[in-house]
């Protein structure tokens, strides 16, 4: 996957990368954001009506193989499970379609994003920080949120934490457009529901639990059994927003059910694969688009710049361990 060749993005990516070193530090061979997490692998099933939603291949394929990583938020490799800030948590999904082709989903357990676009979420962000410590009122990010109310709706909609990774949904929150082999075209927003049902936990009972509880659950559960998901797209109807990510579409509208993720095991190697891989929220495959959604482009240069960063400082890290 390339860089775009728009240097505006580029230069906001990379800017991103600093604001959340800055936030959390560095931690070389880690990802800037959601730097704790683990692998799982599986198969992907379609659902029945999934072709006709989209002509992707894994769609009208028996079953494909997938990766799948949890994680919680924040670029801190060690934050407890068990505190506020690790949420939303995030559940990235690789479809393996052929020899190095593939395709992703990237998704959270919040619906929605506080901005339309990256510049604002910056400003956010720096408001956030300029705010740490103060006292007097209205501090830079009362100042912003009071000037974007989706921004503060966003802030107020609770993120609890889950019981377990295999007891959260998750949003992909950026609109694509999915195309089926007839040339119809719908947009739509995923949604991955887990088959054993949502759990979350109160934040006194989260606080009792262990700092590893969900990474440890989710070693053991997938140890005794299948974690499924169901993987859903709720489709917009015509004149619904499909280019930012801060407007929800009514809960009315259609969710069809493309089909189900079975995750059976973890990975051999999981931190070098972590490592390894990166993440790309533009679907770059025949059947699915990206929207004019901004967030898009802009993340995916994130994700690349960002990944390209942790692959250097791993190949340094192992280079160290063979002259040791
Ligand atoms: C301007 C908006 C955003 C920025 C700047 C941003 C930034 C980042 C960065 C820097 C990373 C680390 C990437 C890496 O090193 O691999 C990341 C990962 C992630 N982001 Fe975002 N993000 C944004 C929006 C979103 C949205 C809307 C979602 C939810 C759909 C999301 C979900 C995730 C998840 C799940 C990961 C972890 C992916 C993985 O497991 O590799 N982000 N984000």
């Known amino acids: 996957m390339p860089?775009?060749?728009?240097?505006?993005?580029?230069?906001?990516?990379?800017?991103?990368i600093q604001q959340f070193d800055g936030m959390f530090g560095l931690h070389p061979g880690f990802r800037a954001a959601h730097a704790k997490g683990a692998l799982l692998t599986g198969t992907?099933?379609?659902g029945a009506r999934a072709a006709g939603v989209?002509?992707?291949?894994?769609?009208?394929?028996?079953?494909?193989?997938?990766?799948v990583r949890f994680s919680n938020s924040t670029g801190i490799p060690t934050i407890p499970d068990n505190v506020p800030n690790?949420?939303?948590?995030?559940?990235?999904?690789?479809?393996?379609?052929?020899?190095?082709?593939?395709?992703?989903?990237v998704s959270q357990s919040t619906d929605g994003f506080p901005t339309k676009t990256g510049q604002e979420f910056?400003?956010?962000?720096?408001?956030?920080?300029?705010?740490?410590?103060?006292?007097?009122?209205?501090?830079?990010?009362?100042?912003?949120?009071?000037?974007?109310?989706?921004?503060?709706?966003?802030?107020q909609t609770p993120k609890p934490t889950p019981a377990s990774f295999a007891r959260?949904?998750?949003?992909?929150?950026?609109?694509?457009r999915f195309i089926n082999?007839?040339?119809?075209?719908?947009?739509?927003?995923?949604?991955?529901?887990?088959?054993a049902g949502v759990e979350h936990l109160d934040d006194a009972a989260a606080a009792r639990l262990g700092e590893n509880f969900l990474f440890d659950?989710?070693?053991?559960?997938?140890?005794?059994?299948?974690?499924?998901?169901?993987?859903?797209?709720?489709?917009?109807?015509?004149?619904?927003?499909?280019d930012d990510s801060t407007v929800h579409w009514p809960e009315s509208r259609e969710v069809v059910e493309l089909g189900k993720i079975e995750l059976t095991g973890t990975v051999t190697g999981d931190a070098e694969e972590q490592r390894h891989t990166i993440f790309d929220p533009i679907p770059r495959v025949d059947g699915i688009e990206a929207s004019d959604d901004p967030l898009l482009e802009l993340r995916a240069a994130v994700y690349l710049i960002s990944g390209r960063r942790r692959r250097a400082a791993g190949s340094a890290q192992s280079a160290k361990i063979g002259t040791a």
């Open 54 to 67: 989209s002509r992707a291949p894994h769609f009208g394929r028996a079953t494909t193989s997938v990766t």
């Open 181 to 195: 082999k007839d040339g119809a075209a719908r947009y739509g927003r995923y949604r991955i529901v887990p088959e």
């Open 44 to 46: 992907f099933t379609p």
């Open 86 to 105: 690790a949420n939303p948590r995030g559940m990235a999904v690789r479809f393996h379609l052929g020899e190095r082709v593939h395709t992703d989903i």
């Open 122 to 155: 910056l400003e956010m962000l720096r408001a956030l920080v300029a705010s740490d410590g103060m006292k007097t009122s209205p501090t830079p990010i009362e100042q912003f949120l009071g000037a974007h109310p989706k921004a503060l709706a966003f802030v």
């Open 168 to 176: 959260e949904a998750f949003f992909a929150v950026t609109a694509l």
């Open 3 to 16: 860089l775009p060749n728009d240097e505006k993005i580029v230069a906001l990516a990379n800017e991103f």
């Open 217 to 242: 659950e989710l070693v053991e559960r997938v140890g005794k059994g299948v974690i499924a998901f169901r993987v859903t797209v709720q489709l917009a109807e015509e004149g619904d927003v499909v």
